[in-house]
DNA sequence: TTCAAATACTTGTATAATGCAAATAATGAA
DNA sequence: TTCATTATTTGCATTATACAAGTATTTGAA
């Protein structure tokens, strides 16, 4: 009998492997890190760097490089919020849109073929569990900031 | 509405960064690469060090010294393959079975904290729906070896 | 049998990612 | 004003990564 741990960390473990091969976009290779990256951006409204480094759960100081690389790949833009001067918020590109939209299409459409596998029935409890479970997960304390110890 | 991809990246990221906080072993301090190593050569029965760097996608140089920091932590070992003597297979030493399990219950304690937010019913279905998911990708083409290109 | 090709793994080397500590810049409260 | 706080960046050391080349072993065809 399979674990719950094992269950996901499988799933997970093959979903992370989809990310990693998605995707070469207009010449850009795009790591997973930087997908991940991108959807956030694209995702939030405004958000500042801290805010997305947050999120991820990355060190500030290295999403901080990420996102110079970023803009240096002229997917993300960085904009001095005027309100407070410290703080920088990040946008897409035109070109970070593109890319963002088209990782979004690649890794829909490895989700569609291996939903192709089930049923419609099975499909539609798949994605309400999936919604039930990050659901369950905003609530929790373990899930999912940075735990202290 | 979100999509697929979205609900997936979210839940994805959020048992990653259960992992990432889990876990601190006896002085040992794991990184999820390690954990993942730990928990396929506990799952494999003798794995070889190339059957594991496959199902982890990662490059097998990378694995290879992966292999030896572990083995310098004393949570592995590498026995020769007295059949093939290219071969090596790889094992948990008691210490790193502890180790594991460990990781395995503290994994597991999240999720049930995770679950306790939900009815038994819908913990069923979640449950059986990522084992859906689970017998779908083992399926499909893209999931989940590296793809070429 | 012999030897070239294939296979399993390791090492050399270069690049990139990571995160702590410290620096810089801006804000806000006393 | 002054000093603690906050947002971000830079210095630096460590680690992860993967390509190319190396070693050791096996395989299979001549």
């Known amino acids: 009998m399979e ?6 960390q499988i799933m997970t473990r093959r979903f992370g492997l989809l990310n990693k091969n998605c995707c070469t976009v207009g ?6 890190v930087q997908s991940h990256i991108l959807f956030e951006v694209d995702r939030q409204h405004n958000p500042s760097i801290q805010q997305i480094a947050e999120t991820l ?21 960085k ?18 849109k593109y890319v963002a939209t ?19 029935f099975e499909k539609e409890t798949v994605l309400r569990s999936i919604k039930l479970m990050n659901e369950a997960m905003a609530k929790s304390d373990n899930c999912c900031r940075p735990i202290i110890g």
Not at 57 to 74: A, E, H, P, W, Y
């Open 3 to 8: 674990s719950t741990r094992e269950l996901f």
């Open 27 to 32: 010449g850009n290779d795009i790591t997973p």
């Open 57 to 77: 759960g990355t060190d500030i100081t290295t999403f901080s490089r990420q996102v110079q690389s970023l803009i240096k790949m002229n997917l993300i833009k």
């Open 79 to 96: 904009t001095p919020d005027p309100a407070d001067r410290r703080v920088s918020t990040l946008s897409l590109t035109v070109e970070g």
């Open 102 to 120: 088209t990782i979004d299409q690649q890794m829909n459409a490895y989700l569609d073929e291996i939903f192709s596998f089930m049923t419609e």
